[in-house]
């Protein structure tokens, strides 16, 4: 029997689903990945709190494709999961959104939300009925789904973490290829709903949810510009170690990609001078993690000269880095986040010198100047739709920027040994790259926050905002 089974698996049958009918132009999954993302959030545990959100991790195939189009999917996809300890990472059942059509974007988030309502409101009758059967004595999980099926696209899983997001996609594909395969041989059935909910309310499973305490950044989604330098790594570790899914952006890719390897993080080469580099790093990121939740616009680099002797070349290629690619990273966050519409975080590297400038050194303080008051002014244009704007005036980090040639250029520049100079605030110590990324990460949890400059230059009065 298990050689003709085989047998008959292996002939296949040329269509298993019969294919729906899709619009003519359909959205890409970065459009699409945000609005499911936000959608699924969940709201806020008590009045002022910060709503739960969830990592998503897309996929796609011919197999899956074929599963997602076809014209019965809210039928063969709902009856259950394909083996009872799915149920513990998907749930019983995927949520079903429609296809999304390309130029409709409104009317898609509206029929998520209703997918969203649709989706919670059936497990919640389902834990029920379930619970009662068994004297109400289980707690009820979220009804958050784990799995979102978009015909025309392919498939999400969600999770907590980007770990959990992947275990929920690894196990949405093997459930599509098993049914696929059920359904091509005769029909897939599931284990009753009564036992299916056993495994998922297994008093194990309940103590150790029990016994849970998230980090504060879980279910958040992290991008750092900058990320293979100094204060770029240190931030990205910091975020990382509070929970925050993190995306390392960096001119050098195989630096961006080094950190990502040490946080478990996801490596971009991109150059934040360039528009096209920044949208598709963006782009790649909605489909790694589903959308963007904070971001520290870190880049940059330092021209020296005095400013009546510079040239306009320089003042260019200064303001280029140190200015508008802080807006252009700015501005594909925030499109981002409106599309979640859960708020979010973006946090500006400046610098000291923005109201401090030091002799020579007017190429690189000019455009930091005009950041502080982007930062300002995102605070102002943003802030009613729960979008956070902060920055961080630091002063003498040793980094990719800071290198020891400029440091003895700066030292000199001041009249001051390099000693001196490293260790001149009032505290007497030098500041290292990981005090930058705490103040980051800082700013990255201050929920009721905006329009703040966090000075960390171990004490310099002539720097002090005023």
Known sequence: MVSLAESRLRQGRPTVFQPRALPNGLASPSDVAPI?????????????????????????????????????????????????????RTKNTPMIVPAPEAGDLDGFTEKVKAAVAKFASAYDAYFE????????????????????????????????????AAQAGDLAENSVHVITRAEAIGRYEPLPESDRFELEYWSLEQAKLKGQVAKPLTGQIAVVTGGGGAIGRATAKALAGDGAAVAVLDRD???????????????????????????????????????????????????QGRIGEVSEETLRNSFELNFFAHQRVAQAAVRIMG?????????????????????????????????????????????????????????????GLLTNEMIAARSKARGLSEADYMGGNLLGSEVLANDVAQAFLALAKARSTTGHIEVVDGGNIAAALR
Not at 134 to 161: E, Y
Not at 264 to 293: L, S
């Open 36 to 88: 499911l993302r936000g959608a699924c959030a969940l709201p806020a545990e008590k009045p002022g709190g910060a709503p739960t959100r969830f990592i998503l991790d897309f996929r796609t195939s011919a197999e899956i494709l074929d599963y997602v189009n076809g014209e019965a999917l809210a039928e063969y996809s709902q009856r259950g999961v394909v083996t009872p300890d799915h149920i513990i």
């Open 253 to 303: 890719a195989e630096a961006a990609e080094t950190v990502a390897r040490e946080i478990g993080g996801f490596g971009i080469g991109c150059d934040v001078t360039r528009g096209a580099d920044v949208e598709a790093a963006f782009a790649k990121i909605c489909e790694r993690f589903g959308g963007v939740d904070i971001l520290v616009s870190n880049a940059g680099a330092a021209w």
């Open 339 to 399: 599309k979640q519409k859960t708020g979010g975080a973006l946090l500006f590297n400046i610098s000291k010198q923005a109201v401090n400038p030091g002799p020579n050194f007017g190429p690189y303080g000019l455009p930091k100047a005009a950041t502080m008051m982007l930062m300002r002014q995102y605070a102002v244009d943003y802030g009613a739709e729960g979008i956070r704007s902060n920055g961080v005036n630091a002063d003498r980090i040793r980094s």
């Open 129 to 164: 009925r379930e619970n009662a059967r068994v004297g109400n004595t289980k707690t009820k999980l979220d009804a958050a789904p784990r799995v979102i099926l978009v015909p025309g696209l392919g498939l999400f899983g969600v999770g907590s973490s980007a770990k959990a």
